[in-house]
């Protein structure tokens, strides 16, 4: 403890360094590393889209700020998508553009979320959504998934950690860092809970694209009666590899978007413009980008499974059912400290993975380890994980 720390809130104390960064720069020192830390999609931003914010830079589009919720163009485009692709009957008027998902995220729960409220949070859960109930001054409530069933939702576990101080849901399904995907007649369960006890649901749905085999991505906003109860938030950053423009999407009921739109403004007045063209492009333009994206993370998938399933003595996996991150559970006693030994495999195997106690008490002993890299990263990673466990 340092005797500056009266300078920093309480509020910003108690949150943890971020494990995913101090992976990162760990394994900066590390001459030609294996890298299977990070959630970032690894090919670049598809061409067109680039060059359709290089067309705004040069109309002088982009200098200024937008409307605070966005591009109206933008805005109406969005709600096309979400009426085909996620069945919300959805109208420009009820979206928020935001900083990415992220952004959204946190004016979410800004909007939802006095002190002390409990969010409950299925878990293992996205390490930065804990971090942000923390911020909006609230409890996280950690209800475990079912890991021998794919780590799926536990719905009775959620209905049994409902309290008076119960204010909000929050999940991300396709799951960081589990890849599951809850299922329909799950997130239908979920939803008469969150009627019955007036529970908000804010859901994460970065990774809505990447779902694999007979898997499907359901948005809990297209059952009619959650409509009212759901804050649902969305990102370009994975379906079209735009992590760096931050933008992103909320979707909420009309009558509540001023609510959010008041913790959206002081965080960001409004979305990036020049990103704002750069996203309107990715919508209206060809989509094979996303089918071929699709394509390289199920391949990945299969292979990280087949390297995982010839360490069986070491790890025991659950096959990602969409994102593309994945979390081995770590069988030998060195993993029941999951930093300790994640930073003993970048240093001895130079491999780099991410300590699963990141994501949650429930994520203790075990690895996040990302397929969205080449096949010659997992291979190259599995290789020399084989040639360090035989030792
Ligand atoms: C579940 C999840 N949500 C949100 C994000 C970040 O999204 P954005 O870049 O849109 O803020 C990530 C990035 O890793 C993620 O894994």
Known sequence: MNNDDWRASNRVRQIQKSAIHEMTRLSKDIEDVAFLSWAKPTSGTPKHIGNAAITAIKKGLVGGYSATSGLP???????????????????ASEIIITVGAIEGLAAALMSAIDPGDEVILPSPTYSTHIRQVLIASGTPIFVPTIEEEGFSLDVEGVRNAITPKTKAILYCSPSNPSGTVFNATQ????????????????????????VYDENKHFSI???????????????????????????????AEKSLI????????????????????????????PQECVVKFREHYLSTRNVMCER????????????????????????????????????KLLKDAKVSTTPGVAFGPTGEGHLRLSFCVPHDMINKAFDRMEAYFKK
């Open 308 to 343: 995982l399933a010839r360490l069986n003595e070491i790890f025991e996996h659950q096959k990602p059912q969409g994102s593309y991150l994945m979390f081995p559970k770590i069988l030998i006693p060195e993993g029941r400290n999951s930093a300790t030994f994640c930073i």
């Open 73 to 91: 163009e933008l805005r109406e485009e969005i709600a096309k998508k979400l009426r085909r692709d996620n069945n919300i009957p959805a109208e």
């Open 187 to 210: 997130l239908r369960q979920l939803a008469d809970i969150a009627l019955k006890h007036n529970i908000m649901v804010i859901t994460d749905e970065a990774y809505e694209y990447f």
């Open 258 to 285: 001023p609510q959010i739109e008041k913790s959206h403004i002081p965080f960001a007045i409004c979305a990036p413009v020049v990103s704002q063209y750069a996203a309107l492009a990715a919508l209206t333009g």
């Open 221 to 251: 906003a297209s059952i009619p009666e959650m409509k009212k109860n759901t804050i649902s938030c969305f990102t370009f950053t994975k379906t079209y590899a735009m992590t760096g423009w931050r933008i992103g999407y909320v979707h």
